[in-house]
């Protein structure tokens, strides 16, 4: 298998088990606590980041961006190629709608159901704008300043926190916000609604990438390698 093939296959795993962790985690809020929209909401922002962290530790060596938003910004600082990055955003894509079937199906309910939970309004779409900016600078501000090992831990905790201070509870990813359109569950989005929430996140991606460039402007175009542990060798 080529290096593009590995890297789209991890990012297809990786989109598909993080829908699978959003959606399926919000199925099961919404059937343990049902009349406690703040539990729910508690239990799918810890188990989305969670999920996160082991995803990123398992298939960082591969590639493990698993957000168009991110490739996008990798494409734009020079950190991949333009077919390559087309490559991993339709993987990225096809993950999360499969992602979204597997939570239904796995649930008990039809493999595709359009949302009709409408999310619409200023705010909301300002929230997504910010959801991006944080995220991208949590990411690329960990890699640029020489600590990938630490980019897992830095994105699950930001997407748990971000969950709760933006009012649109941190989408921040077009292959995420479309595979959530074909669940009609606690974590779904009507897709109507999915448009203007798909702008704002390349909106905040576009201001990110002006405000990394700012923050980091002597960092290196390819993210350091993560350091291997230290061995001790024995007499």
Same mark, same amino acid.
């Given at each position: 298998m080529?290096?593009?093939?590995?890297? /789209?296959?991890?990012?297809? /795993?990786?989109?598909?088990f993080l829908v699978m962790a959003v959606v399926g985690s919000g199925v099961m809020a919404s059937r343990l606590s049902p009349n406690d929209v703040g539990l729910q909401l508690l239990q799918n922002s810890v188990a989305t980041g969670a999920a996160l962290v082991a995803l990123i530790l398992a298939l960082q060596p591969v590639s493990a961006s698993f957000n168009p938003v991110v490739t996008l910004l990798e494409r734009a600082l020079g950190i991949l190629d333009t077919p390559t990055a087309l490559a991993l955003i339709a993987a990225q894509f096809a993950g999360g709608l499969a992602g979204s079937v597997l939570a239904n199906l796995m649930f008990g309910l039809d493999a595709v159901t359009l949302s009709t939970?409408?999310?619409?309004?200023?705010?909301?779409?300002?929230?997504?704008?910010?959801?991006?900016?944080?995220?991208?600078?949590?990411?690329f501000g960990t890699v640029r300043s020489g600590r990938p090992d630490k980019v897992a831990f830095a994105v699950g905790g930001y997407i748990t926190?971000?969950?709760?201070?933006?009012?649109?509870?941190?989408? /921040?990813?077009?292959?995420?916000?479309?595979?959530?359109t074909v669940t009609d569950t606690f974590s779904g989005i009507a897709p109507a609604s999915a448009p203007a929430f798909i702008l704002a996140q390349l909106l905040g991606g576009t201001v990110g990438f002006f405000l990394i460039r700012a923050l980091y402007p002597g960092a290196p175009a390819l993210p350091a390698p993560v350091p291997a542990p230290d061995r001790k060798v024995l007499s």
């Open positions: 080529s290096v593009l093939s590995r890297r /789209a296959v991890a990012e297809f /795993a990786g989109t598909a939970h409408e999310r619409a309004g200023g705010g909301l779409w300002l929230g997504e704008v910010v959801a991006t900016i944080g995220l991208l600078l949590v990411i926190a971000a969950y709760w201070f933006t009012s649109s509870t941190s989408f /921040a990813n077009p292959a995420v916000t479309v595979a959530r």
